[in-house]
């Protein structure tokens, strides 16, 4: 079975990441193509990426640092990728930019897809951003993308979100990701 990682790309304090990455892995139970898995960059305590080395020219996962080491582990073992992302300033969270730069072939051929959020624009400049930096790193950004406006606002006391088109999102995503994961 096909295993997706379903990446958490904020670790701020009272983070709204945590409704919006819980109603997403939620939803996974109903798919049957793929193992999904939620990865919480708040469990992985990157340095800032200072490597000598660019991760392009590592082989096989032999990175100088434990911590990159565990997480190129942790990401070779995914045949693709949902990222949960805020929109701050315009952009996306730092510690996921570091998160991404730490490695390169591990990211390679692996399809992308992407949930924002954030304010009115519900996410859309940190994916449009996003889908910038995983073209360059080699990955298939998807053409599906759920953009989530006011999170602290969109959701139900069940954690599902009161505008039904983004479950229908949502799940195209899914079905989207399934099809293109080699």
């Not at 082989?59 to 995914?78: H, L, M, V």
């Not at 805020?86 to 730069?101: I, Q, S, T």
């Not at 519900?122 to 080699?138: D, F, P, S």
């Not at 953009?147 to 079905?175: H, M, Q, V």
Request: aromatic letters at 10%; hydrophobic letters at 35%; one cysteine or more.
């Amino acid at each position: 079975m096909k295993h997706v990682g379903i990446i958490l790309g904020s670790t701020r304090q009272g983070r709204e990441g945590d409704k919006v990455a819980t109603w997403v892995y939620n939803h996974t139970n109903e798919q049957t193509a793929a193992h999904y898995e939620l990865i919480d960059l708040r469990d992985w305590p990157l340095p800032f990426f200072d490597s000598p080395d660019s991760p392009g020219e590592i082989i096989n996962g032999n990175y100088d640092d434990p911590q990159t080491r565990a997480w190129s582990e942790k990401i070779s073992s995914f045949d693709g990728f949902i990222i949960v992302t805020p929109e701050y300033n315009h952009g996306y969270p730092g510690v996921l930019k570091n998160a991404l730069d730490h490695l390169f072939s591990e990211w390679n051929g692996k399809p992308v897809s992407f949930v924002g959020y954030g304010g009115g624009a519900g996410g859309t400049r940190a994916v449009e951003q996003l889908r910038q930096v995983v073209i360059e790193l080699r990955m298939i950004p998807l053409y599906s993308e759920v953009c989530l406006p006011r999170p602290w606002s969109a959701f139900d006391d069940n954690g599902e979100t009161k505008d039904t088109n983004l479950l229908k999102k949502l799940l195209g995503i899914f079905d989207i990701l399934e099809k293109n994961i080699s």
